[in-house]
């Protein structure tokens, strides 16, 4: 008997999904049971029909019984209804599975799907967790919102690590960063620091940096040059559609999130409501999630014959409505029948396109998470903003309001409005927004939270909106704020 027949099942959780997803899931699952995949599915309802009967989250709380025993879950896309009040269940699933881990293989399939990059095969791992997706928003005045960037040692470290593990595993051959630690100093540069202490630890890898400004430039323009690129939360998820889409087609781009111990596949593309039940999608994307996902539950074997089959199919020019181009396609098909295009195709590799290995190697152990403790330093409070919302008049006016505040322990220094000084010293044509930031400085060294409380105590007597304070510390010394401009 083969390998294939006695392999014990395992137990996932699927769900169809909105629009296209049940006709792309049923396409997908078809097609990797006539591969053999050895799968136990249990079925949970997620998205439109769930948020409609008042869940905000788009899933059942039963579901998520199914989710944590299966840990491996097969999901459709869904479509997100418009309007307030209801939250996001890609952000859900990830925050409460841990899926800290956001990878997208981005391959161009030339000359079969018209690219104008036709070498490239670029894998972005994406941070999913943190950074200004932690959702924590304020709106502060009336004129100013804010929303708070947060970037942890562990989460880059176990980011940074899953990336140079993925370039090993994957016989892959440079991991690139891509930050913005020219402007942010501090969260992003925390990001580019941890990539520099990990890639000296693979020396095998070769690594380099890019602002991601021109990174993602040359990404646009030149994708043969990335190998592997790993990016903080916001960065991935613009730059992972980008480098989806410039393959020629987003349509066809598979994603896992992996956490410690939970993992969720998925097609990139939405719910494309137009296209649904008219047997019309494209099922190549949640099938080259699945394919992730065979690797990643140790069924190696069966995902390289179902990715050699969909190259082989797309490189006999039978392409749903979305690929078919007159001259490279030879058929015009519907979901069902690129289905079973690829089942009579299993067992056969692509003759012109790169075939695909995937050997046990590859299959994923569960991703180590790993991180290193170091010794606390030592924080010392050196200073406080304290930010107001405040519209009395001037910066010259606050400025000079603010003078007479100082206590014995905190020493007035300076005004600054949307991160540019204000006062003293500064050009009195400048725009300000009714939001202000006032900074004190420790007199002699450093404060106590109680010279904190009472330098507050004395703007509440002066009638002023402090709206919240930020410390300004020291760790071992090193400053751990930024100066604001003209400081
Ligand atoms: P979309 O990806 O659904 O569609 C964009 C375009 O691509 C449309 O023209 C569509 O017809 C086409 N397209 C997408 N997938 C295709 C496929 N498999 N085969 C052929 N053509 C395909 O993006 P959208 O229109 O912005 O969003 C529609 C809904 O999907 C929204 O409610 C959105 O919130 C949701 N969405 C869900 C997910 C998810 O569940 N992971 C991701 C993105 C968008």
Request: charged share 25%.
């Amino acid at each position: 008997m083969s390998e294939t027949a006695t392999r014990t099942k395992t137990a996932i959780t699927v769900a169809y999904g909105d629009g296209i997803g049940p006709e792309i899931m049923e396409a997908t699952l078809k097609i990797i049971e006539a591969a053999g995949a050895a799968l136990d599915c249990e079925k949970i309802e997620i998205g439109e029909k769930v948020y409609e009967r008042g869940i905000s989250t788009g899933i059942e709380p039963e579901s998520w019984d199914s989710l944590l025993r299966t840990k491996v879950f097969l999901k459709a896309p869904i479509t997100t209804p418009q309007g307030g009040g209801f939250k996001s269940l890609n952000v859900t699933t990830r925050k409460t599975l841990g899926l800290y881990a956001n990878v997208r293989p981005c391959v161009s399939y030339h000359p079969y799907v018209d690219t104008k990059h036709p070498v490239m095969d670029v894998v972005i791992v994406r941070e999913n967790e943190e950074d200004l997706y932690a959702g924590i928003e304020h709106q502060q005045t009336d004129q100013v919102v804010q929303c708070l960037k947060l970037i942890s040692r562990p989460g880059s470290e176990k980011i940074i690590r899953y990336a140079f593990d993925y370039a090993i595993k994957h016989n892959r051959k440079k991991v690139t960063c891509f930050t913005k630690d020219n402007i942010m100093k501090h969260t992003d540069g925390l990001f580019h620091k941890i990539f520099d202490e990990v890639a000296a630890e693979y020396p095998n890898i070769e690594n380099e940096h890019w602002i991601v400004d021109i990174g993602a430039a040359k990404l646009a323009d030149t994708p043969e040059n990335f190998d592997v690129i790993v990016m903080p939360n916001l960065y991935g998820d613009i730059l992972s559609d980008v480098a989806a889409q410039i393959t020629g087609s987003v349509g066809l781009a598979g994603s896992a999130n992996i956490g410690e111990n939970y993992a969720m596949f998925e097609a990139i593309h939405g719910s494309a409501p137009r296209r649904a039940g008219q047997n019309l999608a494209n099922p190549s994307g949640l099938l080259l999630g699945a394919v992730l996902m065979l690797v990643h539950i140790g069924q190696p074997d069966v995902a390289e014959k179902v990715h050699n089959a969909l190259l082989k199919t797309l490189e006999d020019g039978v392409h749903t409505y979305d690929l078919y181009k007159e001259g490279t396609s030879t058929r015009k098909v519907g979901t069902s029948e690129f289905a079973d295009a690829v089942i009579e195709r299993l067992g056969q590799r692509p003759e012109k396109l790169k075939a695909v290995t995937y050997n046990t190697q590859v299959a994923q152990t569960q991703p180590k998470q790993t991180w290193k403790t170091l010794p606390p330093r030592k924080k010392e409070l050196v200073g406080i903003d304290v930010f107001l919302d405040w519209k009395a008049g001037t910066a010259q006016d606050l400025g000079q309001t603010l003078e007479g505040l100082s206590t014995d322990a905190l020493t007035f220094k300076l005004v600054s409005s949307r991160g540019i000084k204000v006062y003293p010293d500064a050009f009195k044509e400048m725009f300000c927004a009714d939001h202000w930031s006032c900074r004190f400085m420790a007199a002699n060294g450093t404060i106590t939270h109680g010279d904190v409380i009472a330098l507050l105590g004395k703007f509440q007597d002066a009638g002023l909106d402090f709206i919240k304070t930020e410390h300004l510390c020291t760790f071992d010394g090193e400053r751990g704020y930024t100066l604001a401009q003209g400081e």
